[in-house]
C-alpha cells in the first residue's frame, strides 16, 4: 500500500480492499464468532492497526504475550479480562493490555462488539493458560 492510499469505508465495519479473515486456525485456542482485518500491516510502521470483531455471545481467545495492546471499541458493547479484573466495555472506551497479561474480549448477547488494535508489528505468538489458570480466570466471568 502507498503512503497515500486510501481505505474507504465499504459497508458496516468492512473497509475497500481489507480482506475480512478468520480469527485463528480452529483448533488452536478456545474463541467462539471472531473475525480480524489488518487495517494498516506494519510494512511502513513498526505496528499493525487490527480490526476485530466478536459476534453476539462470542469471545476471543484467552491469551497473553509479551507485547502490549492498545485497543479502542469502536462498535457495541462486551466485557473484558485484564490480568484478574473484568471490566464492562462501551463504543469509545481504550484499554490498555500490559506485556504478559491475561486478556479476553467478549460481546453481550444483543450486539458484536468491535474493536481497533494496534501491537507491534513483529510479535510474540500468544500464551495460553494452564487448565488450573484457565478455571480460576474463567471464574472472574460467571453471573
Given amino acids: ?54 459476534a453476539p455471545g462470542g469471545f476471543t481467545t484467552l491469551e497473553r504475550h509479551e507485547h502490549v495492546h492498545n485497543v479502542m471499541v469502536i462498535r457495541g458493547s462486551g466485557r473484558c479480562v485484564i490480568g484478574d479484573e473484568v471490566h464492562a466495555l462501551a463504543v469509545n472506551d481504550l484499554v490498555r493490555v500490559p506485556p504478559m497479561t491475561w486478556h479476553q474480549f467478549r460481546a453481550g448477547d444483543a450486539e458484536p462488539l468491535g474493536f481497533l488494535c494496534m501491537v507491534p508489528a513483529h510479535r510474540d505468538r500468544p500464551q495460553l493458560p494452564d487448565v488450573q489458570e484457565h478455571v480460576a480466570l474463567g471464574k472472574l466471568l460467571e453471573p
Fill in 1 to 54: 500500500m502507498s503512503a497515500s492510499t486510501i481505505r474507504k469505508h465499504h459497508g458496516v465495519f468492512h473497509w475497500k480492499g481489507v480482506d475480512v479473515l478468520v480469527y485463528k486456525q480452529e483448533g488452536t485456542a478456545p474463541f467462539k464468532d471472531v473475525t480480524r482485518q489488518v487495517l494498516f500491516d506494519g510494512t511502513d510502521m513498526p505496528c499493525e492497526l487490527r480490526y476485530f470483531e466478536v
